[in-house]
């Protein structure tokens, strides 16, 4: 791969992937809440940005692009689905 | 990415603190303001000065003349909020405050005769505050900010990762080596000092504000997002009855507000001069770390205690944690300007990493931008300078600004805002024209002016100044101009440095060839 | 809090702080040459200085948290700490020698504060 097209892949895996992971991550930790929804969202709000940080670095160290990218689609593929079930079963 | 972990971090740290470097530091820098927002209001409001020689009126008098002016001006409509602010702490007046048609008003009020003091027109510390989390550009910005904000995490992150001796060089600045390592080591030891301070407050601007950079949790669970707030704030409002009524003189109700709530800084009238006012007396949130106040409220026609909040719901209480860590309303003017002071630190961390970046190039130039390399680096150059020097002189200058525009000019405000905007170009205009270390050592100059000749001015065009507010004894503006011009003091520390650097340097830049 | 006080818990805190970290950047072999012209630093000292160092810490958490409760008084200690400790880079570099007294002198002006907060 040119180095140009593996760098622009690494920053949208960081700054896209990165967000939809942690927005992801934030969605499915509210909607599995058990207890009352101001605590779903106000705890919720706290962590998930530590996701968006692990992202960025292991984006730019991974050995492979295309591999960072297959990682993001495949967790976002699970917290969507756990999102779907959590949905449905509210 | 790179052969090892620690070289990939290496390239991130770089690159991002480069290209986020120049936002972040004017984030920092008026982030660093806004501790003080409210000091420098006032300063910039100076014929509101307090007089603090003669003894304010009693609080109760102060809230029954503000009533008095609210009764009169403020409308009085289904849903009105009007507020009183009393003076103390950071906030040096009497203010009232309402809301018609969409449209923000705020008078100052002489806590004594209840009549309005004019004040002149300036956004004041609260511009600075805007810019730090929407750069004025609203949502688009505040965006950007908490993109920078990830950034900034990341960059900690990677430091770290880079530094390798942390704790052996825990107190290594060696300030009189070869420049790059002088540089590396004030950017090492600044970060490394600061890191508690730099975790914690890029981590909680991040967390504070859930509806812009996490919506969708929140509203996955609340069709109105505001409903959060009222899960966790006790609200004590009546429904709106449509009849005019008389209210009490809220200031008699104060003795009991105290006793439920243990102190009293602000008021809020609902409703004011209908049958269904309620006025709702708060504590303020400086007594601890969270930025929640306790509040009390009562029916403004009959007195009658409606109920109070005094106990908070923990993850509402854990999340205004964050919040009060972030903003520092807490822990009085030792908190103040601890984080003053971190702020200033952290804008040095910033400043000596970009600074850094072409430090390493104009001794070893790296060729990374191919055939334009001389040229992006000397653009590189050029944002350094601007972002860092342009922010403070355009911070200077919307001080001077305040100063300088005639107090009945219209649109003032906007022209100070104007001004501040404007001086970031010249800075970037100036610095591409001269050459870096001379544009550098220009714009250090012109800021220790802007700093030192400041009080100077405002004395010389008979406006209050140093000597008139210490003799008023309001140690808030006073503290303001000298904070101002110890700033000055601070650079003119940076200029032998830069004179030294500017000797030694070789006059023209040569490109490994590629 | 009188301002008096708040004065007083502040210089107490700092100055515990600062004194703390000194005997921290003493116990470094290369900090406790650059301050002592060139003495050699031992083992035992080393091991007193750190103890030192860690027992003011801890003392300073507790001024602090005196001062402004253990919240508020939390954040307040880990502020001046690093505050105390990028006043004590700065005197390192610009003149070493002077090191050691500040640190004691330092520490006399936290002992005076102490007073001034019990009388207070």
């Known amino acids: 791969m040119k180095a140009s097209a593996d760098i622009s892949l690494r920053v949208l895996a960081a700054f896209i992937g990165g967000y939809l992971l942690t927005a992801l991550a934030n969605l499915a930790w509210v909607l599995s809440w058990p207890g009352h929804r101001a605590d779903a969202v106000y705890y919720g709000t706290l962590f998930p940005w530590l996701i968006y940080f692990a992202v960025m670095i292991w984006a730019f160290s991974a050995r492979s692009a295309l591999k960072v990218w297959a990682v993001i689609l495949a967790v976002a593929g699970g917290l969507l689905s756990w999102v779907a079930l959590a949905w449905y079963l509210k | 990415m790179k052969k090892t972990f620690s070289l990939s971090m290496a390239w991130l740290h770089t690159w991002f603190g480069l290209y986020l470097g120049w936002l972040l530091f004017a984030v920092f820098i008026t982030g660093t303001m806004a501790v003080f927002e409210h000091g420098i209001t006032h300063w910039m409001q100076p014929e509101g000065r307090l007089d603090n020689t003669v003894s304010q009126p009693a609080v109760e008098h102060q809230f029954e003349v503000a009533q008095a002016y609210l009764q009169q001006h403020a409308p009085k409509e289904k849903g009105s909020m009007w507020m009183i602010t009393l003076p103390g702490g950071a906030h040096p007046g009497l203010e009232v405050r309402w809301r018609q048609k969409g449209e923000a008003h705020e008078v100052r009020l002489d806590p004594a005769s209840g009549e309005p003091i004019e004040l002149r027109e300036t956004e004041g510390g609260a511009m600075l505050t805007d810019f730090h989390y929407t750069l004025l550009a609203g949502l688009t910005g505040t965006i950007i900010v908490g993109l920078a904000a990830v950034v900034m995490m990341v960059g900690l992150i990677s430091g770290i990762v880079i530094h390798k001796r942390i704790f052996k060089d825990f107190f290594t600045f060696r300030r009189q080596s070869s420049s790059q390592r002088s540089w590396l080591d004030a950017h090492n030891v600044s970060g490394v000092l600061m890191l508690p301070f730099l975790l914690m407050i890029t981590y909680t601007g991040l967390v504070m504000q859930p509806l812009v950079f996490l919506p969708l949790g929140l509203k996955a669970v609340y069709d109105n997002p505001r409903a959060l707030r009222g899960d966790s704030v006790q609200s004590f409002e009546q429904p709106y009855a449509g009849t005019p009524a008389d209210m009490v003189n809220i200031g008699q109700l104060l003795p009991q507000a105290k006793e439920a709530i243990g102190s009293v800084e602000w008021a809020v009238i609902q409703n004011g001069g209908d049958a269904s006012a309620v006025v709702e007396f708060f504590a303020g949130v400086g007594g601890r770390v969270a930025a929640v106040a306790d509040h009390v409220a009562f029916s403004a026609v009959t007195g009658e205690l409606l109920g109070k909040q005094t106990e908070w719901r923990d993850s509402g209480y854990v999340f205004r944690s964050f919040v009060g860590l972030h903003i520092a309303m807490f822990g009085g003017w030792t908190v103040s300007w601890l ?141 303001v101009e000298v904070t101002i011009l110890l700033f000055g003091g601070l650079l003119s520390m940076a200029i032998p440095k830069l004179s030294s650097t500017m000797q030694g340097l070789p006059s023209k830049r040569k490109v490994r060839p590629a | 809090m009188s301002n008096v006080s708040v004065l007083a818990a502040s210089l107490m805190t700092y100055a515990l702080a600062y004194a703390g970290m000194t005997a921290f950047c003493l116990g470094m072999e290369k900090h406790y040459a650059q301050a002592r012209d060139g003495a050699v630093l031992s083992p035992a000292s080393r091991k007193w200085l750190k103890a030192i160092g860690w027992s003011l810490l801890a003392l300073g958490i507790l001024s602090s948290a005196y001062g402004w409760g253990w919240s508020i008084g939390l954040v307040a200690w880990t502020g001046f700490v690093s505050a105390a400790a990028i006043s004590l880079v700065l005197l390192l570099s610009y003149s070493p020698n002077l090191l050691t007294k500040a640190g004691v002198s330092v520490a006399g002006i936290g002992l005076l504060a102490l007073l001034v907060m019990v009388i207070d």
């Open chain 2, 339 to 479: 984080y003053f002071i971190g702020g200033i630190v952290s804008c040095g961390l910033i400043a000596t990493g970009l600074i850094l970046f072409t430090i390493k190039r104009r001794k070893r130039p790296e060729n990374e931008f191919g055939a334009a390399s001389a040229r992006v680096y000397r653009l590189i150059e050029a944002l350094n300078v601007a972002a860092v020097m342009g922010s403070i002189n355009a911070i200077l200058i919307y001080f001077w600004a305040n100063r300088i525009l005639p107090i009945d000019f219209a649109e003032r405000s906007d022209w100070e805002v104007r001004a501040f905007l404007l001086t970031w170009l010249v800075s970037l205009v100036h610095a591409l024209i001269r050459k870096p270390l001379a544009s550098w050592r220009d714009q250090v100059i012109l800021a220790l002016l802007l700093c030192w000749l400041l009080p100077v001015y405002s004395w010389l065009s008979g406006q209050p100044n140093l000597l008139t507010f210490w003799q008023k004894g309001d140690g808030i503006a006073f503290g």
